[in-house]
């Protein structure tokens, strides 16, 4: 069973890497894969270049032997699709589940992604709680459709009988970190350490980035 965890990791931090390990653990996954996006469909593009992303990355999950950083979508160009990059892992294996994780802030607007029902029938999709958002992704209200109760899953081991399809919800450690909050210190010249590994702390201070671009990412709204 493979993992999927994609996001723009601008930096990589904590809060995705506990995530990805206790989903790691919680499903029985064989491998857990870190994808970066290259231009990120439904938000601003990144800060930091794609192949600085993957770097960090690739740093971080150094310590951890099944996690993968898997660079696809920064070879493809256009808009990184979920749906094309879970179709290409497809293409690799028909029968292996793939899941796919997702926070309870982005199962709300998940309707909206390229290709949603065609995702879930490439993949399962695993839903991690995240602060301030319900595990149905909705605390204005938004419930998803009728088909995230239609494909519920009890348990892993549901999700490890078929290559996709089903929903699981997943509680994992409650981290609020992120990114743009971490951007926001550095851009203050503050410290952003103990937020995420040491060793992305260093690929920051070396290549000189996110220290400037403080009213631009107050401009962000985060
Ligand atoms: P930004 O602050 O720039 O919006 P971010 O920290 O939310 O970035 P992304 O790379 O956009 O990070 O997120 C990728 C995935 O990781 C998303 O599915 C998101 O829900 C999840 N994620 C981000 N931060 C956390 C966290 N602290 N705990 C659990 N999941 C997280």
Do not use: K, N
Not at 105 to 120: C, K, T, V
Not at 180 to 200: K, N
């Amino acid at each position: 069973v493979i993992g999927v965890f994609g996001g723009t990791f601008d930096p990589v931090h904590h809060g995705h890497l506990r995530t990805a390990l206790e989903v790691t653990e919680s499903l029985g996954l064989d491998e857990m894969r870190l994808v970066p996006c290259s231009v990120p469909p439904h938000r601003g593009r990144p800060r930091a270049p794609g192949a600085l992303r993957l770097g960090m990355l690739e740093a971080a999950v150094a310590p951890e032997p099944r996690f993968r950083v898997d660079g696809r979508e920064l070879q493809r160009p256009g808009p990184s699709y979920m749906y094309d990059t879970l179709a290409s892992m497809r293409s690799e294996s028909a029968t292996v589940p793939l899941c796919l994780v997702i926070g309870s802030d982005a199962l709300r607007g998940f309707e909206s992604w390229h290709r949603w029902e065609e995702i879930l029938d490439l993949a399962h999709l695993v839903v991690v709680h995240r602060p301030g958002w319900e595990l149905d992704g909705s605390p204005a209200g938004a419930t998803p459709g009728t088909w995230a109760r239609d494909r519920r899953a009890r348990d892993a081991a549901e999700l490890r009988a078929s290559p996709g399809g089903r929903l699981l919800t997943c509680q994992v450690t409650q981290l609020d970190i992120s990114a743009s909050t971490i951007r926001g210190l550095l851009a203050q010249g503050r410290s952003p350490r103990y937020l995420l590994p040491e060793a992305v702390l260093a690929i920051i201070r070396d290549a000189g980035i996110y220290a400037t671009g403080a009213a631009e990412e107050a401009a962000r709204g985060r």
